[in-house]
């Protein structure tokens, strides 16, 4: 049920623009791809284990990034603590892509995200 409500927040958040980027610690995996699978159903979703074999991983995140209708930060203690977590959420707010952010635990988000309202998937 949780799951559901999960999803109907973030679909209900953006309009038809091309994709949803899911960013998270490695650690959080298993959230990821739930997340994922779920939301595979109505949108198309990517995350870093998407990118091609070979390619350079940094520039293609980016660039999904830049063109995503919403980034969906998966928020814990150990995303807090990850430089590429990090970078990604920045990215995203650099480039006006909405931010939506999903509590695993009760790690505080960072200042420059309080504001934005959070899903509790605690």
């Known amino acids: 049920m949780r799951l559901l409500i999960v999803i109907l927040l973030v679909l209900l958040q953006a ?30 979703v990517f995350i870093d284990r998407d990118v091609q074999a070979g390619a350079e991983w940094r520039p293609e995140m980016a660039e999904r990034i830049r063109s995503a209708r919403r980034l969906v930060l998966l928020w814990s203690t150990r995303s807090a603590s990850s430089m590429e977590v990090g970078a990604e959420w920045r990215m995203a707010l650099a480039w006006g892509v909405p931010v939506v952010p999903v ?10 995200l309080s504001d934005r309202q959070a899903i509790d998937w605690r």
Do not use: F
């Open 15 to 44: 309009a038809a623009q091309a994709q949803t980027v899911i960013s998270y610690s490695r650690t959080d995996r298993a959230q990821a791809e739930r997340l994922r699978q779920a939301l595979q159903l109505c949108d198309e």
């Open 103 to 112: 509590l695993l635990d009760d790690t505080p988000l960072p200042a420059a």
